[in-house]
């Protein structure tokens, strides 16, 4: 089983909301990713788990805020977004954070009014 | 840093034809090629990979080649049929064995299948 979930699957808010995305996986796997993924491009990785201890992030701006709570579980906290903000927001999970594939999840679409 | 090209952008092949997709990577140091199928309103779904000590990889249809001389790999999909349909991602990765890895991807291509 290669399955990494996602909640909520659309998400809708204002600028000036605070909101939450969730990734969970039951792999055992120890590396968790959040990538974002505009309209006809590919993903861009913004933040890397590894080891419930972040290990990458990709000059993201404060807005976003990951936190990892736990091996299994990922989280995105979103405050003060901007329009351009609105994207799928791709979560993934490898086995090992070095050498394994990364299997993603079916996104979370979100729409910054 | 890595860079990953990948062509066609758009590719369309009457059902039960053949498609290849291509992509080229500048650093010599990659050592992993996944490709991914994304259909739309969905996450990317790996199809198949390869690493660098191995020049061919198949799994049923689908197949994969890497030349490392020339930093080029290929997705080759035979006997293609409509639910193949859908946008094709490269990319690439340097799998040190320590430190988290990086994905890079390809532009991807909108591949369309004619029935």
């Known amino acids: 089983d290669t399955e990494v979930t996602q909640t909520p699957k659309h998400l809708v808010m204002g600028m000036t909301n605070k909101k939450s995305l969730k990734c969970e996986q039951h792999?055992?796997?120890?590396?968790m990713y959040w990538y974002k993924q505009k309209a006809k491009k590919p993903p861009e990785l913004m933040f890397v788990?590894?080891?419930?201890?972040?290990?990458i992030n990709e000059s993201v701006p404060s807005r976003f805020s990951p936190e990892c709570p736990n091996s299994s579980l990922l989280n995105l906290h979103l405050h003060a977004l901007q329009p351009e903000d609105s994207a799928l927001y791709l979560c993934?999970?490898?086995?090992?954070?070095?050498?394994?594939?990364?299997?993603f999840g079916p996104g979370t679409r979100l729409t910054v009014l | 840093g890595e860079n990953v090209e990948q062509h066609p952008s758009t590719l369309s092949v009457q059902e039960g034809d053949s498609a290849v997709i291509k992509c080229t990577y500048s650093?010599?140091?990659?050592?992993?090629f996944p490709w991914y199928k994304q259909e739309l309103g969905k996450g990317p779904q790996l199809i198949i990979d390869?690493?660098?000590?191995?020049g061919e990889k198949k799994d049923q249809r689908i197949a994969v080649t890497l030349n490392k001389t020339a930093k080029h790999f290929s997705l080759h999909i035979t006997e293609t049929q409509p639910e193949d349909s859908a946008v094709y991602f490269c990319?690439?990765?340097?799998?040190?064995?320590?430190?988290?890895?990086?994905?890079?991807f390809g532009q991807g291509t909108r591949l369309t299948i004619n029935p």
């Open positions: 788990y590894s080891y419930e201890k972040l290990s």
């Open positions: 792999m055992g796997h120890r590396a």
């Open positions: 990319a690439a990765s340097n799998l040190r064995g320590q430190g988290a890895q990086k994905l890079v």
């Open positions: 993934a999970s490898s086995q090992d954070p070095a050498t394994d594939t990364q299997y």
């Open positions: 390869i690493r660098s000590n191995v």
């Open positions: 650093d010599s140091a990659s050592n992993y």
